[in-house]
């Protein structure tokens, strides 16, 4: 596994050569990847923060650090030029004007060049790798182009802008190409991968469904790639621990007395950046003592603004701003003994802030814009006494998770102040059940769950725990609603066990109970979707009378009226029993092997053959076939390799289906690599449920067919209550 980002995960200390020193440099992200990258050999690919030196390849902590050098001139260019003053206030929506330079596009694309060499060169055959953020957009696609058998993924940490903003940037397309590349892309909210989707469409015309877009690369071929959200999150535990510690507790009690022992402390904390609210809650907070609704006695505002970008106009004249405006507030407001606001333009420590966490009655996080703001998380992990009240804007990702927090749009100062008037009058009771909520959503979804889900998108590994997750839960609840439900359903693997014989394979109990449950309500059809032959699915499924069915990857369409056609033409008759000929015989060198005749072709099945003997026998049978007729439709499953005269696929048969029925919306639930045909046709009301491991389009995963029989229980109980 490599990791691609713009800072590694190490600071440089000083010296040269064998005495070169490196402090680790804490984050949420190393946090994350880690124990990861240590258990896959990783390596770590980013630039060491000092300009114009080049440093060797070196181990550190278990990890090997790639570092990639940088000019002083590629620093203003590509880092604080393009990525800072052009994409960066582009993808805030704006907030500042972003300046469009050439000559910092064409550094922007140097040094991408360069990233995604280096990461080439420290991956090995088929690695995966994993490209961090805004600064590295066209990395994905440079791999792909140098490494095409490398599994990339992206992940953009900030937000994804509507196409209206997007599409002022003069390499709109460069950029979308770059991020292409990848297999999975990786945003903060829905509503980001959904603006991504929309510049594909309107720049490229890829068709796009639900979070799957068909990219047709230069050779012809359709690729899927994946672009969904993936919130990330922090080490919620480690943020717990350090405010329980007694030193911390200690220092939180120091603060409020250094303050004047206010009965209500506000604290925002931020990088000193414009997209961050910091002069609307200054503002609002400056009225409230004006108006009288709080006075300096009883509340201040500690405000933490970090350094940013000093190198930066914007970001230096920001800093003026905001100091001038602090001058004057504690100008107007502050007594001798009380000060209105305190601002400290500087970092802390994670300790410092776990102690400022615990000492704020109010958290003020009122961004503008933001991907996540993981400060209103990390003040919610502090908070194990469940005090306290998060304020938080809804223009971060952040409140889609945090939905207890008292929502505030900050361009609405009079909604902000009532805001922060309520969070600083709510009764105690009101915010431990508020804090309660806001900690078990942290917890639930830390920082490791976010890279692990991310991560089993990308490479299909991963445990999968037993049961129905919370999220296919409440996607159920959303399906039960829906006027016409389309719940199509694979057999083999997903309804019955995988068993050695695919003539013995029969339902679940709970499965075939619940299957018959769904078949029976007049506002949801249920239809079987298999690669068997339709005489075969019938004899081991017994499905239902009202279920609708589809054989042979779609060759073969039982509809409503019960008839099932398949009229092959008089060469494809002479192409199938040319082709029964040819795997019969290539199957009958391999005890353990067999065929299955199929209306338009044949399977080889070689599941009793152990892995290296199946793949073999299966390389064999596919080089006789492609040598007497090439061209033929071919399909490799589990343990199985299928030729056919008549191409179809699942995708082509649910599209089919869902036309028949007319439905609102779909379950699809498979296990099998055929059934990513019928994920890639998937919308964005629809569910799909991959069961058991590999790598998967659909945003669901099961392990095996007791909890597909519990997901389909539990739609059917949905559905009854709904009605």
Same mark, same amino acid.
């Given at each position: 596994m490599v990791v691609v980002s713009n800072r590694l995960p190490v600071d440089y200390l000083g010296g040269e050569g064998a005495q070169t020193q490196w402090k680790a440099s804490p984050g949420g992200l190393v946090t994350a990847l880690e124990p990861v990258m240590r258990a896959a050999d990783g390596a770590w690919v980013g630039w060491t923060g000092v300009a114009e030196r080049e440093f060797e390849p070196f181990e550190h902590d278990g990890i090997t650090i790639v570092p990639v050098p940088l000019s002083a001139d590629e620093v203003e260019d590509y880092y604080e030029g393009f990525s800072n003053d052009t994409l960066w206030p582009l993808y805030h929506d704006?907030?500042?004007?972003?300046?469009?330079?050439?000559?910092?596009?064409?550094?922007?694309?140097?040094?991408?060049?360069?990233?995604?060499?280096?990461?080439?060169?420290?991956?090995?055959?088929?690695?995966?790798?994993?490209?961090?953020?805004?600064?590295?957009?066209?990395?994905?696609?440079?791999?792909?182009?140098?490494?095409?058998?490398?599994?990339?993924?992206?992940?953009?940490?900030?937000?994804?802008?509507?196409?209206?903003?997007?599409?002022?940037?003069?390499?709109?397309?460069?950029?979308?190409?770059?991020?292409?590349?990848?297999?999975?892309?990786?945003?903060?909210?829905?509503?980001?991968?959904?603006?991504?989707?929309?510049?594909?469409?309107?720049?490229?015309?890829?068709?796009?469904?639900?979070?799957?877009?068909?990219?047709r690369?230069?050779?012809?071929?359709?690729?899927?790639?994946?672009?969904?959200?993936?919130?990330?999150?922090?080490?919620?535990?480690?943020?717990?621990?350090?405010?329980?510690?007694?030193?911390?507790?200690?220092?939180?009690?120091?603060?409020?007395?250094? =303050?004047?022992?206010?009965?209500?402390?506000? =604290?925002?904390?931020?990088?000193?950046?414009? @997209?961050?609210?910091?002069?609307?809650?200054?503002?609002?907070?400056?009225e409230l003592l004006r108006d009288g609704r709080l006075?300096?006695?009883?509340?201040?505002?500690?405000?933490?603004?970090?350094?940013?970008?000093?190198?930066?106009? @914007?970001?230096?004249? =920001?800093?003026?701003?905001?100091?001038?405006?602090?001058?004057?507030?504690?100008?107007?407001?502050?007594?001798?003994?009380?000060?209105?606001?305190?601002?400290?333009?500087?970092?802390?420590?994670?300790?410092?802030?776990?102690?400022?966490?615990?000492?704020?009655?109010?958290?003020?996080v009122t961004a503008l814009r933001d991907g996540m703001n993981l400060v209103a998380k990390e003040y919610v992990a502090s908070r194990y006494d469940d005090d306290g009240v998060l304020v938080l804007s809804e223009f971060t990702g952040a409140s889609d998770e945090l939905r207890q927090a008292v929502l505030v749009n900050p361009h609405d100062i009079d909604g902000l102040k009532d805001a922060m008037v309520e969070a600083a009058?709510?009764?105690?009771?009101?915010?431990?059940?508020?804090?309660?909520?806001?900690?078990?959503?942290?917890?639930?979804?830390?920082v490791a769950n976010w890279s692990?889900?991310?991560?089993?998108?990308? @490479?299909?590994?991963?445990?999968?725990?037993?049961?129905?997750?919370?999220?296919?839960?409440?996607?159920?609840?959303?399906?039960a609603e829906m006027p016409r439900l389309l719940v199509a359903l694979d057999f083999d693997g997903t309804l019955a066990p995988i068993v050695d014989r695919p003539d013995e394979a029969r339902s679940t109990e709970r499965a075939r109970t619940a299957v018959e449950r769904l078949a029976d309500a007049d506002d949801t059809r249920v239809a079987l979707v298999s690669g068997r032959a339709l005489d075969s699915l019938k004899d081991v499924a017994a499905p239902p009378v009202a279920a609708l069915l589809s054989g042979s990857h779609g060759v073969e369409l039982q509809l409503d009226g019960g008839g099932v056609t398949l009229d092959l033409r008089e060469g494809e008759?002479?192409?199938?029993?040319?082709?029964?000929?040819?795997?019969?015989?290539?199957?009958?060198?391999?005890?353990?092997?067999?065929?299955?005749?199929?209306?338009?072709?044949?399977?080889?099945?070689t599941?009793?053959?152990?892995?290296?003997?199946?793949?073999?026998?299966?390389?064999?049978?596919?080089?006789?076939?492609?040598?007497?007729?090439?061209?033929?439709? @071919?399909?490799?499953?589990?343990?199985?390799?299928?030729?056919?005269?008549?191409?179809?696929?699942?995708?082509?048969?649910?599209?089919r289906l869902r036309q028949h029925v007319g439905a609102d919306a779909v379950l699809y639930v498979g296990d099998d690599i055929t059934d990513e045909d019928a994920f890639a046709t998937l919308d964005i009301d629809d569910v799909g449920v991959k069961v058991g491991q590999g790598k998967s389009l659909a945003a669901f995963r099961l392990r095996g067919p007791d909890d597909v029989a519990e997901l389909l229980e539990l739609l059917a109980d949905r559905r009854d209550a709904a009605r």
């Open positions: 704006v907030i500042a004007p972003p300046r469009y330079h050439r000559e910092w596009w064409d550094a922007y694309v140097r040094v991408n060049r360069r990233f995604a060499e280096a990461a080439a060169n420290a991956a090995s055959d088929g690695a995966v790798v994993w490209v961090q953020d805004y600064q590295l957009q066209l990395v994905p696609r440079m791999l792909r182009e140098i490494r095409p058998d490398l599994v990339i993924g992206f992940f953009n940490h900030i937000p994804f802008p509507a196409y209206g903003i997007y599409s002022q940037l003069p390499w709109r397309r460069q950029v979308i190409a770059g991020l292409l590349g990848a297999d999975v892309i990786g945003f903060q909210r829905a509503a980001d991968a959904g603006n991504f989707s929309r510049a594909v469409r309107r720049l490229f015309g890829y068709r796009t469904r639900g979070t799957v877009i068909d990219v690369d230069d050779d012809g071929k359709v690729r899927h790639v994946v672009a969904r959200h993936f919130p990330i999150s922090i080490d919620a535990a480690a943020f717990e621990q350090m405010a329980r510690r007694p030193e911390v507790q200690e220092r939180a009690r120091e603060i409020r007395k250094s =303050l004047g022992d206010p009965d209500i402390v506000m =604290l925002g904390v931020d990088r000193l950046d414009y @997209t961050k609210g910091i002069r609307h809650r200054m503002k609002a907070f400056g006075s300096v006695e009883e509340a201040t505002l500690v405000q933490v603004a970090s350094p940013s970008r000093e190198r930066v106009d @914007t970001y230096r004249q =920001l800093r003026d701003e905001i100091e001038l405006q602090v001058g004057r507030l504690n100008g107007d407001h502050s007594t001798l003994g009380h000060q209105a606001i305190t601002y400290l333009h500087h970092g802390y420590p994670r300790e410092e802030m776990a102690a400022l966490y615990l000492a704020a009655d109010v958290m003020l009058r709510m009764p105690k009771r009101e915010r431990a059940r508020r804090m309660r909520a806001l900690r078990k959503r942290v917890r639930d979804n830390d692990a889900t991310f991560l089993e998108t990308l @490479t299909g590994a991963g445990p999968i725990s037993p049961g129905v997750p919370d999220g296919l839960r409440a996607a159920i609840a959303r399906l008759l002479t192409s199938l029993e040319q082709l029964i000929e040819i795997v019969e015989d290539a199957a009958s060198s391999s005890d353990g092997a067999w065929v299955e005749r199929k209306p338009a072709g044949i399977a080889l099945h599941r009793k053959l152990s892995a290296t003997a199946g793949a073999a026998l299966q390389r064999v049978a596919r080089e006789r076939v492609d040598a007497a007729l090439p061209g033929l439709s @071919t399909r490799s499953g589990k343990n199985v390799l299928e030729f056919a005269v008549r191409a179809s696929d699942k995708g082509e048969a649910l599209t």
